[in-house]
């Protein structure tokens, strides 16, 4: 089975910076990667996804243009890279695996519960 450790969250003020990886141990070749969040009191969102390739990627709108995934399947890990970050980006941020499909890239990539390998999280804080 694959287990997923995330690593590199923090506390940043607004504006600033963060690099989250992702390590997976295990077998993950033809695996779909992708990061979800959860803040206080909501449900966890769709945060970005990538295909095993790296050729394929996907954000949410509310991300997009701030936020880049990458992954690096030698190393077995999956980034993200997240600039420009506001106080709404203050979350536990989740890792998430999945063997990959068409169907999932095209019609579930962003629904939490297609996944079924998920890290512990690593917690994003956003101050002003």
Not at 28 to 47: D, H, I, N
Request: hydrophobic share 35%.
């Amino acid at each position: 089975q694959v287990q997923l450790v995330e690593s590199g969250g923090g506390l940043v003020q607004a504006g600033g910076s963060l690099r989250l990886s992702c390590a997976a141990s295990g077998r993950t070749l033809s695996y779909a990667m992708g990061w979800f969040r959860q803040a206080p009191g909501k449900e966890r969102e769709f945060v970005s996804t990538i295909n095993w390739s790296g050729g394929i990627t996907s954000y949410a709108d509310s991300v997009k243009g701030r936020f880049t995934i990458s992954r690096d399947n030698a190393k077995n890990t999956v980034y993200l890279q997240m600039n420009s970050l506001e106080p709404e980006d203050t979350a536990v941020y989740y890792c998430a695996a999945e063997r990959e499909t068409i169907y999932l890239l095209l019609f579930k990539h962003c629904v939490p519960s297609e996944y079924h390998y998920w890290g512990q999280g690593t917690q994003v804080t956003v101050s002003s």
